[in-house]
């Protein structure tokens, strides 16, 4: 472990139990699909066959007669309000416009489908086996048209158009040209016709990838309530409370106070739960059948009409000088949107070149519709394309020069005043510790088993900042109860709960932190883009220092003094000046009935001192020459964490976020038929790794304190998940002497890249 | 509306009847009948383990069973793990090496876990990753999970 802050913390850095724990273990805890209320009814939905066809019509009147059925909604049910755009958040902290029409109909069909799986109607009945059987007595007429299921197809001239009112903008421009291009824009910087002609050596490839999907275990699914008073109330898994809340007010046209969202406990999102899809249709039906209807999605809606991650069109072209320096780099990007333009693209452009200073440069990003599902947020989104091609070209780069590979990027590494090709100038980032890290680690000393590829790469993801509150009631046992409005997804709970404990010198036992609803806590954005301990465990810090000023101040009125000449340290207030003032906070608790009252502190932030973060990976490889097979044999991750609170959390994300790319990049892909139906839409031939397929994965947690951070946090959860493809597509390089193109390296692409 | 038929068995060492539609799973049975819900879905087609109850002595992914075949049957399920407020040494495991994050998968994992030490009271990591390979965990890694077994085997057997 590289530390570069030494401040001597008492609760930060420690390992408590999480405070759900007894609840997980034991099979207590109330996740989405396990909620229930009286009167429930079961919900389900029509899903296309077609990837590309027009509705005709859509023949509900069986299904309603259906013995068990309460009510049939289809997208003529949506209210008709505004066909406005609204402003979303796209992962990285840049709001981005949203068509409301595209989300409609994406949840439930207009008057065309766009995907394999893409909703058309919704049912509600008294048990979710009537509900599936009335499914299949809804009669929609199709007109069947040609699909376009890659960039290429989708970008050719005369491809078949997914929607007509679709014009590309052009470097910001409406270009007036109907096209499935949805935008195409650039980010420059210095010239690159003139650094490609200061460049001694040139490489230039073109890498593709696949759709791949989150694969969280829970099924998505929401329970929603339209009383009798009007009011909306939605339990569900989702990453924010506040953007269903929203999502819904949007779609149903009513305003945010007629809405309530509880979140329940998650199990998995990594991003595909920041969307809703179930939850509007479950409170039209409510609203239809004055019944609480639940939801809940199969696995094979969950591939098929949830929002996985795009497949990319990535071309690399790298000019360096002899001695290793950049001159130029140019990263042409098409991305897959899906059914409806948003692509990760924008963070791939951001992410692509990020690592390193390089004086010229160009990126060129294109946003694509394709016939196949929506693409959501999946952990650092565009950031592992952008790698893939990006990395890859960094080890072929450092072969032409014969540089070690962690030299060449050691040469050319961002660090504190860097300006990103997208503009930004970094602060004090770990992009070189992290390096260095990797450089002196056993793993890279370590010399490589005969037959081993070995194979390095870094990447980079954002932490954004955005809103969160925090309440801090304090207990007259000197316990805190904490609530705030971050789902946990992985122990934010006790990590933010442990900001709370250190403001006030108490143990992070005595802290009770709660994950409430819309109604009960300030506006909270989304557990997403790296951000849930950094800024929710801000505001528990600022509820916590606003308990601390309170408690002073009753100490002082108890005391009859100036509050200025009191302090608060490891849980005990005492005087400056009269050794013989002191009283614990316990005690102060204790009295706070008799002495004017409760304590409760409270914080909304919006902090903007975000730090992004950068990861290695070392990672060495078999390769099964007959049969292709690549076998993982040792991973290292290397993270910059900033300050990492809750040390095994910070290793769990590191190792997470490994696993899911080590997944991304042997064996995960969206397999579709040349009609664009997945062919492999269960967890058997979609097939994420399991505990065999894995060795132990170790970590190295780097701590660069971001200084934008009363604590030096920064955002961990994501940029774990960039360099494993290309880490492990170098080390499959490194052992059959061929480049790697295109993921997933399956046993047959590893046979065929020799041909 | 499918005649219900009545099935009688044992669920944590309790006996429990309960009604159900010949297609309901064991799974549906116990989550939306019995109301034990620690019992979770993850793919609903026997490939992710999360449902995992142990069947007569054997783990089955209880998706895969159908309601009308527990007749008669002996159940353990995750709410039948810890004794009373006493927490199995695997659950503490869990617990303190942080092997879950969302928690969804833990369920399934503990009884697989418990499951593999009461045949093998020392398994290698080899084993340990063998026996746990049918359920899945997307957050983990597995590292973590890997740990708390070998820990609460270690705990058992200094224990016994």
């Known amino acids: 472990m590289t530390s570069s802050d030494s401040t001597d913390y008492k609760v930060l850095g420690t390992r408590p139990i999480r405070h759900d724990g007894a609840d997980k273990v034991t099979g207590r805890a109330i996740y989405g699909p396990d909620f229930d209320t009286a009167g429930l009814l079961h919900g389900k939905i029509l899903r296309s066959p077609h990837a590309h066809a027009r509705i005709i019509s859509i023949d509900t009147s069986e299904a309603e007669a259906l013995d068990g059925v309460m009510a049939v909604v289809t997208g003529a049910d949506w209210p008709n309000n505004s066909n406005g755009t609204s402003m979303v958040e796209d992962g990285t902290g840049t709001e981005i416009e949203s068509n409301s029409n595209w989300l409609r109909e994406n949840l439930l069909a207009g008057d065309k489908v766009l995907y394999a799986g893409h909703a058309i109607a919704g049912v509600a009945a008294a048990s979710p086996h009537v509900a599936e059987e009335a499914l299949a007595l809804i009669e929609v007429k199709y007109e069947v048209l040609e699909p376009v299921l890659t960039i290429q197809e989708a970008m050719a001239k005369n491809a078949p158009i997914l929607h007509e009112g679709l014009t590309t903008q052009e470097l910001g421009e409406d270009s007036g040209v109907v096209s499935n291009t949805a935008d195409h824009f650039q980010h420059t910087k210095g010239n690159i016709e003139k650094g490609f002609e200061a460049a001694d050596v040139v490489v230039e490839r073109e890498y593709n990838t696949v759709m791949v999907h989150q694969g969280y275990i829970e099924p998505h699914n929401g329970t929603a309530l339209w009383n009798t008073d009007g009011r909306l109330h939605v339990w569900c898994s989702t990453q924010g409370s506040f953007v269903v809340r929203d999502s819904l007010s949007d779609l149903l046209d009513i305003p945010v106070s007629q809405i309530r969202v509880t979140p329940t406990e998650i199990g998995g999102g990594f991003g595909g739960k920041i969307p809703i899809y179930v939850e509007p249709v479950a409170a039209l039906l409510s609203k239809k059948t004055g019944s609480p209807v639940k939801i809940v999605m199969s696995r094979k809606e969950v591939f098929e009409g949830s929002g996985p991650t795009a497949g990319s069109n990535i071309k690399i072209k790298l000019g360096a000088k002899s001695d290793g320096t950049i001159t130029a780099a140019h990263a042409w990007m098409a991305m897959e949107a899906g059914g409806y333009p948003g692509s990760p693209v924008g963070a791939a452009a951001q992410c692509v070149f990020a690592a390193y200073d390089i004086e010229n440069a160009l990126v060129d990003g294109y946003d694509v519709v394709v016939n196949k599902p929506k693409t959501a947020p999946y952990r650092a989104p565009g950031a592992p394309n952008a790698a893939f091609g990006m990395e890859q070209a960094m080890n072929e780069l450092a072969e032409m020069l014969q540089m070690d590979p962690i030299d060449l990027r050691l040469k050319n590494v961002a660090t504190e005043g860097t300006r990103r090709v997208d503009g930004p100038t970094f602060r004090r980032i770990g992009a070189k510790e992290v390096l260095e890290t990797m450089r002196d680690h056993p793993h890279y000393q370590a010399a490589k088993t005969e037959g081993h590829g070995r194979g390095i790469a870094i990447g980079f993801w954002f932490n954004i900042g955005f809103d969160s509150a925090c309440n801090i009631a304090v207990n007259s046992d000197g316990s805190i109860n904490l609530t705030e409005g971050s789902t946990d997804i992985g122990g934010s709970r006790t990590s933010i709960a442990m900001h709370a404990a250190e403001v006030l010198g108490i143990p992070v036992e005595d802290v009770r932190p709660s994950v409430v609803d819309t109604d009960t806590i300030g506006f909270t954005a989304v557990t997403g883009g790296s951000r849930t301990t950094f800024a929710t465990g801000w505001a528990a810090y600022e509820a916590a220092q606003d308990v601390k000023k309170q408690s002073i101040e009753r100490a002082a009125s108890i005391w009859d003094v100036d509050s200025d000449t009191l302090n608060m340290e490891d849980g005990v207030i005492k005087s400056k000046t009269d050794s013989e003032l002191k009283m614990t906070f316990k005690e102060l608790a204790s009295q706070m009935s008799d002495t004017g009252g409760g304590i409760t502190g409270r914080a909304s932030v919006n902090p903007k001192g975000v730090g992004g973060s950068f990861a290695g990976n070392m990672v060495d490889v078999s390769v099964d020459d007959e049969t292709g097979k690549v076998t993982i044999e040792r991973f290292t991750c290397v993270q910059d964490v900033g300050k990492a609170i809750h040390p095994s959390y910070v290793e769990g994300q590191m190792q997470g976020g490994s696993a899911q790319g080590i997944g991304w990049a042997l064996n995960e892909e969206y397999f579709m038929n040349d009609q664009g139906n997945m062919a492999n839409s269960s967890l058997l031939d979609y097939r994420m790794p399991t505990s065999l397929d894995l060795p132990m994965i170790d970590t190295a947690i780097v701590e660069v304190a971001n200084p934008g951070h009363p604590f030096g946090v920064r955002g961990v959860g994501e940029a774990n998940i960039v360099p494993p493809t290309p880490a492990i597509a170098n080390a499959v390089s490194d052992a059959t002497g061929n480049i790697m193109t295109q993921l997933p390296l399956t046993p047959g692409a590893v046979l065929d890249s020799g041909k | ?160």
């Open chain 2, 1 to 160: 509306m499918t005649t219900k038929t009545h099935v009688q068995t044992t669920i944590n060492g309790e006996p429990v009847d309960f009604l159900c539609e010949p297609r309901q799973s064991l799974l549906e049975c116990l989550r939306d009948v019995v109301g034990l819900t620690g019992t979770k879905e993850g793919c609903n087609d026997g490939n992710c383990g999360a449902c995992t109850v142990k069947l007569d002595g054997r783990i089955v992914t209880s998706c895969l069973v159908l309601g009308v075949e527990a007749q008669g049957a002996d159940i353990e399920t995750i709410e039948g793990v810890a004794e009373g407020t006493n927490l199995h040494p695997l659950q503490l495991a869990f617990l303190e090496n942080a092997a879950l994050q969302c928690g969804i998968c833990t369920p399934g994992f503990i009884v697989s876990a418990k499951s593999l030490l009461d045949q093998n009271p020392n398994p290698t990591e080899h084993e340990i990753r063998f026996w746990l390979a049918n359920n899945l965990c997307r957050c983990t890694g597995y590292d973590k999970i890997v740990r708390a077994v070998q820990d609460a085997a270690k705990k058992m057997q200094e224990a016994s």
